[in-house]
């Protein structure tokens, strides 16, 4: 007699909800590893000067420990120390925005062009936010019913879909802002611009639009997991092109283009790719 799984599994035989809840820990894991590489660098850069500077350190390497954990954990059932871990990550995330709209604010001429260029970051810590509200995410959809699970009063692939999205929208701004800030001086600088919120609107609009297939949303957010891959070596192609190249890695790490930011892009667009799984499965 030949089994079959039931509707709510997915290909590999687990509940779909618990596949898109470890697709949540993969995602944050990347996050996680983007925030930890770039704020240990940009950290390390400003000398540390104020001991508040360790937090995303220390947070981002726990968030990203414990994404590896929940991506390996097929448990239908929230596993409660990753979820402190995720909880404090968003905090942290939250707490480090603040304390850069403050250091750009006390700059001569407050919110102009000049100090958003050159103070800290104000996007960046909304990476360690987002490490940390799809860490949550998954952790609480574990517990969700298997049939229907919902996530915050509607269809959990719909508030997935929204959080991924709007996800997006604020990396294309932290990218464009930093794109702008080169003069976008190479035509591939432009593609973090346009690709992406194709992406993000088309998966806002799968979240708000009745349930379906979606293969252009797919393939656009395909198509954004692997830019964040090939920004990355975009960039690593940006420092070798600088004085010195790689043998000069210790200054042109920190001069030349941010090694770690474009996954970002990669990690949400996975994030948007499980939230399709899921709508899907929501007709």
């Not at 954990?73 to 709209?101: E, I, K, P, S």
């Not at 802002?177 to 591939?188: C, D, I, P």
């Not at 930011?261 to 799984?277: I, K, Q, Y």
Request: glycine share 12%; net charge positive.
């Amino acid at each position: 007699m030949r089994l079959h799984a039931p509707a709510n599994a997915g290909c590999t035989g687990q509940p779909a909800h618990v596949a898109a809840a470890r697709g949540c820990n993969h995602s944050a894991s990347l996050l996680a590893l983007s925030v930890l590489t770039d704020s240990a660098m940009e950290h390390y850069r400003g000398s540390f000067e104020n001991p508040a500077m360790f937090a995303p350190l220390a947070s981002s390497a726990l968030t990203l420990l414990a994404s590896l954990h929940g991506g390996a954990d097929g448990n239908a059932r929230r596993h409660r120390l990753r979820h402190a871990v995720y909880v404090a990550a968003g905090a942290t995330g939250v707490a480090g925005a603040a304390f850069h709209l403050y250091n750009v604010g006390k700059r001569p001429g407050g919110f102009r062009w000049e100090n958003l260029f050159h103070a800290a970051p104000i996007g960046a810590p909304g990476a360690l936010f987002a490490a940390g509200a799809l860490g949550v995410f998954g952790e609480r959809l574990r517990d969700a019913q298997a049939a229907a699970p919902r996530m915050a009063g509607m269809p959990a692939g719909r508030a997935l879909a929204l959080l991924a999205g709007i996800g997006l929208f604020g990396t294309v701004m932290e990218a464009g802002l930093l794109h702008f800030r080169g003069a976008f001086q190479h035509r591939a600088m432009y593609v973090p611009v346009t690709v992406p919120p194709v992406a993000a609107a088309l998966l806002v609009h799968a979240a708000v639009a009745r349930p379906d297939e979606r293969p252009w949303t797919r393939l656009w957010l395909r198509l954004t997991t692997a830019l964040g891959f090939v920004g990355a070596a975009f960039h690593a192609r940006g420092i070798a092109r600088r004085q010195g190249g790689w043998r000069n890695w210790s200054q042109n790490l920190f001069a030349g283009p941010p090694l770690p930011a474009p996954p970002g892009f990669s990690a949400l667009a996975m994030a948007g790719l499980a939230a399709l799984r899921l709508r899907r499965r929501e007709r």
